[in-house]
């Protein structure tokens, strides 16, 4: 059983530089064979910093990465065999935003039938992940991120994900989307001010 705390912090360095994976920490705990870990992933993470290689958490999840800014060097110019199609982004963009989601609400969201082999891509990517079943009739089957989506897209969580002001000073929103997010705004201030009469 590890208890020094050097020994830790070695014990979680050599477990996560060997895992195939993410870990979580009550994985590490199992393999490492500790009752608990404390302040250990944070410490061990504060090491890495600013260094070639750093330890992240991702959703709960711990491992170690390149440094974001030395990504340039091991980056190589290679064919992607498959491209997410726009209908693909706007799907996982849904299930990001919305999760979980059923099939027949991100329909709904989009006002355009999926083809089933959208969420097939997703799934293959890794990126979406079955999330139970809704219950409702016919029990449809809900979709949610995973962490692979998080380490992915740098995200450490789904609070990371940009919001409308964000998403505007980026120039991601297209005019039909910020006309139709203003026209909402005005039937809502519309329906507070016929409330506000109303008492």
Known sequence: MIEEPDNLLRALE????????????????????????GDALPRLAASYAGRGIELVERGGRWHFQTAADLAHILRRTREEPRKLSRAGIETLAIIAYHEPVSRAEIEAIRGVQISKGTLDVLLEAGWIRPAGRREA????LLYATTSAFLTHFGLGSRRDLPGIADLKAAGLLDPVDLAFEQLQMEQGGGEEEAADAED
């Not at 009739?137 to 449809?140: A, D, I, L, V, Y």
């Open 137 to 140: 009739p016919g029990r449809p």
């Open 14 to 37: 050599a477990a996560l530089f060997a895992a195939e994976g993410p870990m979580s920490p009550a994985e590490l705990m199992t393999v490492i064979g500790a009752d608990g870990l």
